[in-house]
């Protein structure tokens, strides 16, 4: 078989591999804030293999090349790797670093390991040392063999970032400098390093264009108790925001020059820094008579506790994504079997409705628009190899979201676009209780995410059936849809420490896959808010904001308690009534229709 | 005021920390084996201080003496502390060294701190270390100033021990041996100290007469692939456990030898054990060269997943166990109004009834009997000091276990002595709704305690109530009543690591307490058992194994669901066949209307 474009690459890369003396490259996905979504300039592995999935690791040697993926991926991964040179490892664990076994077992003593320092966390580069130091194998973390390599190599995204204006983020940065300095000081920290580009986002109140997903610039931040230095492409700074960081103090200095700043930090101060989004390089260029704090970083915790203007914008920005979801599921009643619909169509379709509203920006993440089959995996993403055209029967599963100056959001809605059957009904109701269950929760404060995630699955365990993700993440304020440290998950993942407090935004979404045939989950964000307190202490619960009618077709109603229908058809009012002055005649009685009370089923 | 015994006492041990120089001494509550219970021998705090409660930590300097206890204790220590010289430090958070932060804060550079080395646990030693060191503080394990002073201190206990025979066990001494040494093998272990007695009892099949509510014999072990070594006092045991260990090939040691074996082992070799139940001075007696494996003790892993053996017997004595208590409530309510009734003198009742039994050996733990307010402190004891006598109204809260060759009992049952008031009904219900409703899950394999525990709260959560202590705890077999490593509960206590398994032996206890006036617990024991395999993977439930009526008279039908409901009266039908063929015919008639259905409430 004729060798493809990537085997070539693979070919290129071995010859530099043989040049530097390196018996094993590691290739991670990521940039070097180490976060979610990476511009198209860091995609080396898509560009290196032609596996498009945002997670991976590629692992290269004289006689083997590998790419490590999550079950998600195990499809794609095996056709987009064919002929590449490069064979699929299933990762057993999602996001683990599994491929540092096999280099253990595989690299002899006195060999060669290299990887961009750049792109592993600090934490990661631990596990990798604690693996091969100790065999006698040398790690080179200063290697780059792919930049010589890529020539056509996308450049760095050069959009200009912006000002969040107070209306929006509800505090100046001024006073977030302050507070997260009171916590510095606490913590007994001298200097922060930044290296998350949200967190930085979040301190300046700028926004930026570098990635699709999210609104961030690239950047990092140094705060100490009398400057906050700023590293990012001067080009990208509009002189109004500069003249406004200059007036708040704000040091803009060059990108590349943050490791260089970290190094000359003074002997005997103190550095707090995550191990978790702080790359090796940076963390290695600490001077060794530094004290590294390592945390979870102040921004990431203060960020997740939203203010009362963010929460107020989001709430208006939940009714425009409302109002935009409503158009769409109305339109694709309209059409479906008039014209050809398809998943890549009907996101189009989807982001055209949400582009009416005011202030949108984008979407927050790829749109999965799944149907029948496609549904029964949850990360699934269309592409034009994939896409299938919708039919006047089966499911579609929808899971979408915006980003608006007042905030991120994100759905998931599944719908029967023919009339479903008992099983489907049973499987959407069990997966339903799950989240309107969840909705209800009343706790105490100190309660953390974990320790309430099973009243989102009881439902499907008490019949057997069980879904493989978590069931919350938190959400951004116009940021990263997916942000910390809260989850409502199974331990594993997630911060053990964080209580679950007011003001956070949290995703809610159970859900049930019957491989090969469909899925169904439905997704709303809620607020945790302030209960009431009792002799027993304080508690808490969660107001769901997220406005968009549950298809009343696949609700098998004698599943649903009392508590649970009145809390759907409570929730089918409030939509009504707040999305109902948004729409016209037309499209409100089709509303009212979608959301008319159901009746217990006795 | 006249100085009092303890401030002798207290005067005693200052006078010698002078001589010796030493700035603190610490002394904890615990015995070489760092477990729940100690011989007498062992109980200095009481000595010192008048403090009886079982856990506490006493520092003393040259111008303070404290007692650091947890919530549970702050009244009784309050009042058995005065005059004494030692005031209460109150802990913030229940078994933490709160102590250390204040020996941290006090004790200047060149300071001693001392503390009996075989008295406290590797990892605490740790925390104590890295608070300490690195401030030019000095940490003396060698020195006991304790044992100069205590001239009439009561002896070891001296009983003798006996073996288990393998109809209780389930399984020899020989085949726990190998099991043991494949999991070494896997963790590359080559020896294992084991510490707890507990681990050593259940490894080698023999039980002691050491403690007063657990049927240890204070000793240790050491396993390697070709020994097991068994460090214990040789007059307590008799020639035929002798003769049946020669022929197991055991090694019988003197119980002081263990450090010095220990001290030894061979360099290059790596040894596990548990930082948690050995201690400081064990841990520092292994040679630099042996890696140390830090983990939870294999016997600790293997013993909580009981064999068939254990499984049949624990539910026959489950029947003994419920026929004891049978016949005490039934007494209790026959009885009550008519003669002098107090919480004493129906624990001593109780522990007759039980004597009544076959194969049973003791208590497993102090009962709790606690009329009325008292029921409000979890924790409650009565003594003499605090024995209330029994009205014919009011709340009696009984929690109790007992010892069988068969297996160790725990029970809560909580009875109204008059005619219960709405509240006291509502309160009650919504604890056994707790209880209930744990018992009802069916969850995959894979899950951990504390991610199913809320379902234990969430009724009294949804009514604004809590309950300040953890929902369940593992039962031994014929061993300790708490026994790991699994728990349910919020995660803080507890193995995050360790799945629920089938065979693991586990209470279930919700409550709730109102200060001042009464409490409410309703506690059963339950195995975890398979229930079926789904698509979706391996699910397991809980089968609830103790018997003994709830009593109906607190129940509040109107807060129980169909499926609440159901399980009551097949619970209690379950206790009545069960039970029933034991009683005389009088008691058979009244435990047959204690156990009558409930008609729902509509």
């Known amino acids: ?43 080396v592995i898509r560009w290196l ?3 498009s999935g945002s997670s991976a690791t590629v692992v290269i040697t004289g006689s083997f090349a590998g790419l490590w993926t999550d079950s998600r991926y195990f499809i794609q991964a095996e056709e987009q790797l064919k002929d590449s040179g490069f064979e699929l490892v299933k990762l057993r664990v999602p996001h683990t670093p599994e491929h540092i076994e096999w280099l253990q077992a595989k690299i002899k003593k006195g060999g060669t390991v290299a990887v961009d320092g750049r792109l592993i966390s600090a934490g990661n580069m631990r596990l990798l040392e604690d693996a091969l130091l100790p065999a006698g194998v040398k790690l080179d973390l200063k290697v780059d063999l792919i930049t010589p390599l890529w020539t056509e190599r996308p450049p760095m995204p050069n959009d200009k970032a912006f000002a969040l204006p107070v209306k929006f983020s509800g505090e100046s940065g001024a006073a977030k400098i302050n507070r997260v300095r009171e916590k510095m000081a606490m913590m007994k920290a001298d200097y922060q390093l930044l290296t998350a580009a949200d967190d930085v986002m979040w301190l300046l109140n700028i926004r930026g264009k570098d990635l699709r997903y999210s ?121 479906i079997g008039r014209e050809t619909i398809t998943e890549l169509s009907a996101s189009s379709r989807l982001e055209a409705f949400r582009q009416e509203q005011k202030d949108f920006t984008g979407p927050s993440f790829a749109t999965i628009a799944a149907y029948n089959e496609h549904a029964a995996l949850p990360h699934y993403v269309p592409d034009e190899g994939t896409d299938a055209r919708l ?99 199974s331990a594993a993942s997630g911060d053990m420490k964080t209580f679950l407090e007011p003001g956070m935004l949290i995703s809610d979404e159970p859900a049930v896959y019957r491989q090969g045939e469909y899925g169904f989950r439905t997704e709303n964000l809620f607020f945790c808010i302030d209960d009431r307190e009792t002799d027993h202490g304080r508690f808490l619960k969660f107001d769901t904001v997220t406005l968009c009618f549950i298809d009343r077709e696949l609700v098998e109603v004698s599943l649903l308690d009392d508590r649970e ?35 217990p089923n006795k």
């Not at 820094?273 to 979870?296: D, F, G, N, Q, R």
């Not at 409570?570 to 009370?597: A, I």
């Open 215 to 335: 609104p961030l610039l690239l950047s990092f931040a140094v705060v100490s108790s009398d400057q906050v230095l700023f590293f990012a492409d001067e080009d990208k700074i509009p002189s109004s925001l500069k003249a406004e960081l200059d007036k708040e103090g704000i040091v803009l200095l060059p990108y590349d020059t943050v490791s260089s700043v970290i190094s000359h930090l003074e002997e005997g101060s103190s550095l707090l820094l995550s191990p978790s989004t702080t790359s090796a390089l940076l963390c290695k260029a600490v001077p060794k008579k530094v004290k590294i704090i390592e945390e979870v970083s102040i921004p990431t915790r203060l960020k997740a506790i939203k203010n009362k203007t963010e929460i107020k914008n989001l709430k208006e920005v939940m009714v425009r994504d409302g109002v935009a979801l409503t158009k769409f599921f109305h339109w694709l009643e309209k059409n």
């Open 391 to 489: 039919g006047k029967s089966g499911i579609f599963l929808l899971d979408s979201g915006g980003q608006y100056f007042g905030g991120t959001t994100d759905i998931t809605r599944t719908v029967a676009l023919g009339k479903p059957d008992r099983r489907m009904k049973s499987d959407f109701t069990l997966a339903l209780k799950g989240t309107i269950d969840l909705a209800m929760v009343r706790f105490p404060y100190g309660t953390r995410g974990y320790q309430i995630e099973v009243l989102a699955r009881k439902a499907l365990w008490d019949n057997g059936l069980n879904y493989g993700h978590g069931t919350g993440h938190g959400v951004g304020s116009f940021l990263n849809v997916h942000e910390g440290p809260q989850t409502i998950g």
């Open 1 to 43: 078989m004729a060798k493809n474009i990537y085997s070539r690459r693979l070919a290129g890369v071995r010859a530099l591999m043989k040049k530097k003396r390196t018996d094993a490259l590691i290739v991670p996905s990521a940039d070097p804030h180490l976060g979610e979504y990476v511009p198209d300039h860091w995609r």
């Open 49 to 51: 293999t032609g596996f």
């Open 565 to 599: 229908l009145k809390w759907l058809n409570d929730y089918h009012e409030t939509v009504f009534s707040v999305l109902g002055d948004f729409l016209e005649p037309d499209l409100r009685k089709w509303l009212r229709d979608k959301t008319r009370p159901i009746k």
